[in-house]
């Protein structure tokens, strides 16, 4: 039995929240039950220098989490002068993952940058993160499509991810923190509206898995992504 | 004619949803007008090494502003690696504020941590901070009443903050960002319930002010204040 | 009675000797009492980023504290790594103050910064600072006059500054540390040669105050300031 | 074809010289061809704040690459004054990959960290140093049984890792430099011993893959494993 | 000739104001010639961890210089975040050299810092700080003596520091400016009251220099050095 | 009797591999007994902005020392977000030896780095980066002559540097660890090949020393640099 008296291949309760923020190009209010996180789309002509001139954009991802999104209040990392390990390792993922599913030709010589911003935490963080931070990128990029400043899509796909795990041996989707704090292996996986994988990734937290482990952690994955995408689809309108 | 519309005397409408987060002992999201902050009050008892064993408690704020809260992304100052001056000013100003109306004794030697993000900004975010502050730190001592862990309230009165200023020779209360980028003086009030001051500060913005001219942003401060108390009883079901 | 023994609307003696250091286009040791601050204004053609090219210059202020400048040693910023909330609430003061009696436009393409550095602290740095810094950037200015690089003054009015506050219930003039550390309010004004406000701030320390405390303050103010004035007029030869 | 002429399932020669330095616990250092990382294990009976007086220790590991270790000079982690999230997340990798086959409670109130530093890069530098790591902790370890201040062996198996990816296509081993800044997907596989899975990451560059391709990862990335244990079985004397 | 008219083996004039501040428990205001140090000695009770609990005290230097002391403003290194390392490597000095001249185990269970600031810079900062500290140091000693908190005297000697360097090929002592920034070749001597060496350290700057350049600078810091210690005399009394 | 039992003038061992890593213009992995230190020179076009369009090139240094060089591990400096004031102090001194003997202008608009790591200490590790360095240096612009990137020697002269120190009352040539952490004095000499002295420095610890014990640390430097010059000619083929 799951913490949260889920079946084990259940999602919990997707919100999508669009246009949640109004000076953002792209904003999105994302939920995974109790896990809430505001993402926003930025868009800047303002390259880094690295790529200037090159007749290509970029999408990158900033995260952070409010100090008190947590159940004992963390440190604010402006206030601590850095970020985390961990947080850079989600805003690395965050950016990567959205890269995959954007054609940075398409996109021209601008700059997308997703904050997410955690404003209260119970599992999955970095997964509402990317499926919400699409949602902001998708606006983003209809506004610059209305407004004539693109005339072709960059964006290719959707894209979204969802956390599994192996909970007292079974496997699970969508850990709560409750889970995700007693998991004997838990992984991120990122995947295609198309079904294909942009980032596969599984720990063990104690205890080793196998091959077929991680399979099962993909099935499952799928079957949650299926209705992230769903969710997708309705916030945005399509 | 101000940009918004508004009478001189005019506040935006003031919203405050208490409990807007789950963690936190105490929390409110506060908007005036399209200035929205998330404030949460964190009772800790682990109190700074400075105070300990002094038979009395501290209240203390944060203070911050999500990258895209306002027109164009500012800089996460976790990513920067520091909290500027005004972050710094601003925060310290909530501190004490907030303190000007606990009684630290009462309080017991316990630490109550103020985080005040700002979610969307439009002028005035240091005074919402403050009256949203309030609202979370009275449900966080409520909350410690309840449990018996506070017998004596250690709130002595409420406190709320405005902001007023001198915009094209009108003196004006609660200026909204584009009032307050073209203000001749601007300038934040914050009083307790009682109608005394605890800190009064206006700054001449390009033309300098005389002492009526103080004395009528006092008087709007007073307006605002009586609105933004009523707000806050209703908040906290008083 | 004060602990000074001075009468409440008294001043501290001030001394300003123009002039103590040789390298920089304008210089000021100003003492308040024990207070002792060194001023030195710096002129350069280098502007900010964000200023090139509008015609216009800049006028900004950095404070310090040498470490033994206090009563007990302070920890050095520079070894800290960082400037305190309160460095940098009293630099932007500064700043603030001296611009508001510049004329940026004819200040011509060139900043010029004021660095007040507290040689020795018993009360009222901030106050000393503007009020030294003024006599600095009236020497630079009138260096840069004489050698034609300017033919018009931008500076339009003379700036000083001041701190009151409520001690025992009584409303004082220019706190030195004894009275500021016990002091129920205390605040600080700057006022223009003219007699008008560039800043009013009052803070309620313990006890709050109110309208007639402020205009008490205030009064008081204009009679400190009235002295600092005369005593610029001596320091700058006019 | 592979830019090394290497078969698709065959590694690059490894090397491991145990002992390479003299005040560590245990040291090792490994080359990949021409990738090479000096691991050192250090003990160290102080061990963190949060885990003291638990009976149990902690396995930890830092990661550095020498400014020269790449093809172009990088900057100095040191002198930037900070590590980059790149540099954090590989250290967190290492630290969680060994203590999956640690017993904590085994290791008793000790803190063994694994200090990764990269002599020469040429792709692969986070997986070789999990592999050497592993031999200078086995070393270290040793130690502490040879004088008895261990009487259990707290490791439970031998950990190796090394990264796959698809290459124009094909699923290719050991990726060098050459390979990684060009493949289509690149992960790393940790794996113990007795063949179970610590870690598996796969990341999706420019084109997405398949479940098939995943599996096909973890095949090649089984094979590398075995040649890395036996390497690692001849450095350690078993 | 030299730029400034002395003859290769003459000092500048030195002038020492002992108790220059107030606060600090010495003191002294040191110029040779047209630079100026305030040299300040904190006493504290509070020793560094690692001294803790030995039965003996420790004498340490900070170094700063304030922005505008040069001919052109520098940055101030509390606001760049970091300390040089010219800064570190000059407080190293000064500290060392005075530790050489006491007698940690009868200074007790304290610590002494000597701030050495800059207030004027025109070469040979440095060796004045050093000189200057020793009088703080020799006044806050005298002081702990006269409140019998020590009844035996830890200084065992005067110290005092001076610069030399060979300029157009001549021997010169205690460079200004000028000189020192085209100098071929110059140094630091840190001397004892009895004429031992503490410290001697020259650098060649564009042309070496030979074992008899060598004795020729040594030479002339023994002639300065003379000088300062009957300044250190005067200043304090003996 | 010395703790290594060396003869006063005996070096310990010295050798030198040129050409250790394979990605740097030039590579000697240096050691003096236990003490190794790996030297890098890498050549960049890109000079520092303040010696842009001089005509002339730069050399400059780093040093660093891995976290477990050391008898006890020492903490990384990239995680502690700084460089020691011993680092810098250490680069600073690699950089201008090597500048002494080398022709900036002949050099032409380029920047040569020498990063200098310690992978084992055992006393002795700045002079033996020096020397090295050196070496690394020679290699690289061996280099850029034989690719007729240069078509004259910029080097004037070969540069070694070597520790000497009084230890029990008698000069020491190249201490070891065990020598130097309990020496009287202790010094580093930079000679050129022509015997010229680049850099003295000597100082006291604990005894100060006189001028015949200066000149006696510098007889035995000329000794050992004699040896350093030797290896410098075999490792670079000359």
């Given at each position: 039995m799951r913490p949260s008296g889920r079946a084990p291949d259940q999602m919990?309760?997707?919100v999508m929240e669009a246009g949640f923020t109004r000076h953002a190009?792209?904003?999105?209010?994302?939920?995974f039950g109790d896990t809430r996180v505001l993402c926003t789309a930025s868009v800047e002509t303002n390259l880094p220098p690295w790529l200037r001139g090159k007749g290509k954009g970029w999408v990158t991802a900033e995260y952070g989490m409010l100090p008190?999104?947590?159940?004992?209040?963390?440190r604010r990392e402006a206030a601590s002068g850095k970020q985390s390990g961990r947080t850079q390792e989600i805003q690395r993922l965050i950016g990567r993952s959205l890269r995959a599913v954007v054609d940075l030709e398409k996109l021209g010589e601008r700059q997308i940058t997703l904050d997410c911003d955690v404003i209260q935490a119970d599992g999955g963080t970095r997964t509402a993160a990317i499926s919400g931070a699409w949602v902001a990128l998708r606006i983003a990029v209809d506004g610059l499509m209305k407004q004539q400043l693109l005339t072709v899509d960059p964006i290719r796909d959707k894209v979204a991810a969802v956390s599994c795990g192996i909970h007292n041996g079974t496997g699970v989707l969508d850990l709560d923190y409750a889970e995700d704090s007693t998991a004997g292996a838990d992984g991120n996986f990122v995947l295609t509206?198309?079904?294909n994988i942009v980032e596969a990734q599984v720990t063990a937290?104690?205890?080793t898995y196998d091959e077929e482990g991680?399979?099962?952690l993909l099935r499952l994955a799928r079957i949650g992504c299926t209705e992230i995408f769903a969710a997708q689809d309705r916030a945005t309108g399509r």
């Open positions: 919990r309760e997707i190009e792209g904003s999105c209010l994302i939920a008190r999104a947590t159940h004992t209040r963390g509206g198309a079904g937290e104690g205890e991680l399979l099962r």
